[in-house]
């Protein structure tokens, strides 16, 4: 199995979740890195209730999936209550972050890889 980081472009990646360590980005909410080419990365998060993903932007444009429980999802100034099977695009260079209202995990996309989370 090949699961690091420095693959070729147009080599496969298999990454077995067990195998994916949780690394704490902040109080309640933990981030693992999942399979990742140089051009795209996944990522699960999982929150704890009143875990914040703190007001941030990147170069990267973002999707966020949200596997299980309840988000309030900022945008810009744009703000929205996502549930289990919501999804939503962060544009590259937009403010955004969240809020759980509810345990759950986001899973995130982002393209190019976010090199700082490796």
């Not at 309030?72 to 703000?79: H, K, N, S, V």
């Amino acid at each position: 199995m090949n699961s690091d980081s420095s693959s070729e472009p147009g080599q496969p990646s298999f990454v077995p979740d067990a195998q994916a360590a949780w690394e704490t980005t902040g109080p309640g909410v933990r981030r693992k890195v999942l399979a990742h080419g140089p051009d795209l990365m996944l990522t699960r998060v999982a929150f704890e209730t009143g875990g914040v993903g703190a007001r941030h932007n990147h170069p990267h444009a973002q999707l966020s999936y949200v596997e299980s429980g309840v988000f309030a999802y900022t945008i810009a100034d744009e703000t929205q209550t996502l549930h289990a099977g919501d999804s939503c695009y962060v544009p590259p260079l937009a403010w955004h972050g969240v809020e759980c209202l509810e345990a759950g995990v986001l899973v995130d996309a982002f393209t190019p890889r976010r090199d700082d989370f490796l």
